[in-house]
């Protein structure tokens, strides 16, 4: 559940930072860390470009 909320505003700004999730959502930063790394590990996500100025996508 907590993933399809982050997936929804990343599909909405694929730029966002997870600081600026961390805000969105109200949960920590680690948390924020935690669930991207799952979903990337799963496949769901995946970063393009450098840390800076990259962004998330939706695979």
């Known amino acids: 559940m ?3 909320a982050l997936l ?6 694929p ?3 997870q600081a600026e999730l961390v805000g969105i959502t109200g ?7 935690r669930l991207m790394a799952n979903m ?3 496949g769901c996500i ?3 470009g450098s ?3 990259g962004r998330w996508q939706i695979l």
């Open 8 to 13: 929804k505003v990343i599909k909405n700004n």
């Open 40 to 42: 990337q590990a799963k």
């Open 2 to 4: 907590e993933e399809l």
């Open 15 to 17: 730029a966002i930072t």
């Open 51 to 53: 840390k800076r100025f």
């Open 27 to 33: 949960q920590s930063l680690r948390t924020i860390k």
């Open 46 to 48: 995946a970063r393009q």
